[in-house]
């Protein structure tokens, strides 16, 4: 069986998320890290592998600096790893993203693909379905629980206020939520082996025969960013301090006044 895990490097936003003066990220001040739902999806594909002996192999389209974050995903365990990267490829929105990543599966032999359901910079959780209808595939998003039975899988998808168990005949793609499980560590020699033993492959705009040029980077995207700002800051709060029953009757009032109940 063989698995394709789409894994997207991305800024850690845990403190704070900053934008050069004309509206970019400033991705250089915060630390690059694999987004948090695609490491989830990654640990489900080793867990798979450990029990089933599936392959699984890695697929990015980033910067040259994305290798990073592969060979960390090598070093957890998994077995090859692909970096799909070209000056022509960059600012794609998700549509641009998702044709380019399809294009890049379609090379390989795929049973089952696993993204994340959203990544942390972008947080569209578009691409993943996205995929999924360039292949032609059946997809399963918010997993929270993958189970493989046989030619099939068996997932248990996160619902509002309940889940949905869904079962769908492989080749089809999921989307992962972090809480899927708790991924594992890199080991010391799954380092070394990572750096001394293994290839990252690295594919250009000319290694994918079945993508058309009007599909690719800023100028394939429908979608540009016209403007991004930092959140207006909130208001001073204001204390009260009435006795209970008039300051619960002040705090309606005040609720009522801006459409809250
Ligand atoms: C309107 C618009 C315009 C944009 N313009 C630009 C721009 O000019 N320059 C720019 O740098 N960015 C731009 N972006 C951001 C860029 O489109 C997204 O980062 C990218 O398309 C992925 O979308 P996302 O981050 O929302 O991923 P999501 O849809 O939230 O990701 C879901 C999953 O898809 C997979 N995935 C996503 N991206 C990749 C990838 N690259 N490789 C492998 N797997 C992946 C991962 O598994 C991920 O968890 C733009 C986004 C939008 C919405």
Same mark, same amino acid.
Request: with cysteine; glycine share 8%; aromatic share 4%.
């Given at each position: 069986?063989?698995?394709? *895990?789409?894994?997207?490097?991305?800024?850690?936003?845990?403190? /704070? =998320?900053?934008?050069?003066?004309?509206?970019?990220?400033?991705?250089?001040?915060?630390?690059?890290?694999?987004?948090?739902?695609?490491?989830?999806?990654?640990?489900?594909?080793?867990?798979? @592998?450990? #029990?089933?002996?599936?392959?699984?192999?890695?697929? %990015?389209?980033?910067?040259?600096?994305?290798? *990073? $974050?592969?060979?960390?995903?090598?070093?957890?365990?998994?077995?090859?790893?692909?970096?799909?990267?070209?000056?022509?490829?960059?600012?794609?929105?998700?549509?641009? +993203?998702?044709?380019?990543?399809? #294009?890049?599966?379609?090379?390989?032999?795929?049973?089952?693909?696993? +993204? /994340?359901?959203?990544?942390?910079?972008?947080?569209?959780?578009? *691409?993943?379905?996205?995929?999924?209808?360039?292949?032609?595939?059946?997809?399963?998003?918010? #997993?929270?629980?993958?189970?493989?039975?046989?030619?099939?899988?068996?997932?248990?998808?996160?619902?509002?206020?309940?889940?949905?168990?869904?079962?769908? @005949?492989?080749?089809?793609?999921? %989307?992962?939520?972090?809480?899927?499980?708790?991924?594992?560590? $890199?080991?010391?020699?799954?380092?070394?082996?990572?750096?001394?033993? @293994?290839?990252? +492959? =690295?594919?250009?705009?000319?290694?994918?025969?079945?993508?058309?040029? #009007?599909?690719?980077?800023?100028?394939?995207?429908?979608? @540009?960013?016209?403007?991004?700002?930092?959140?207006?800051?909130?208001?001073?709060?204001?204390?009260?301090?009435?006795?209970?029953?008039?300051?619960?009757?002040?705090?309606?009032?005040?609720?009522?006044?801006?459409?809250?109940?």
């Amino acid at each position: 069986m063989n698995i394709v *895990v789409c894994i997207k490097q991305v800024p850690d936003t845990a403190g /704070g =998320v900053k934008f050069n003066p004309d509206g970019t990220l400033d991705r250089a001040s915060m630390l690059a890290i694999m987004n948090p739902d695609d490491k989830a999806g990654l640990e489900a594909a080793l867990r798979i @592998k450990d #029990a089933t002996g599936a392959k699984v192999t890695v697929l %990015t389209m980033g910067l040259p600096k994305a290798d *990073v $974050m592969l060979r960390e995903a090598m070093a957890m365990g998994a077995d090859e790893a692909i970096l799909v990267t070209d000056r022509v490829l960059g600012g794609a929105d998700t549509w641009a +993203t998702s044709s380019t990543v399809a #294009a890049a599966v379609k090379k390989l032999d795929y049973d089952l693909i696993i +993204t /994340g359901r959203q990544a942390i910079d972008g947080d569209t959780a578009q *691409v993943g379905p996205q995929i999924a209808e360039h292949l032609g595939l059946p997809v399963i998003s918010y #997993a929270e629980d993958i189970k493989v039975e046989g030619d099939s899988v068996v997932v248990k998808r996160q619902y509002e206020d309940r889940y949905h168990m869904v079962k769908a @005949k492989m080749p089809c793609l999921i %989307t992962a939520l972090s809480e899927l499980n708790e991924p594992r560590y $890199m080991t010391p020699g799954g380092i070394f082996d990572a750096y001394d033993e @293994k290839e990252v +492959t =690295v594919w250009g705009r000319a290694d994918l025969t079945d993508l058309d040029d #009007a599909n690719i980077g800023l100028a394939g995207s429908p979608t @540009k960013i016209a403007k991004a700002s930092d959140k207006v800051a909130k208001g001073a709060g204001e204390k009260v301090n009435l006795d209970p029953t008039e300051s619960v009757n002040y705090l309606m009032e005040k609720f009522r006044e801006k459409h809250i109940i």
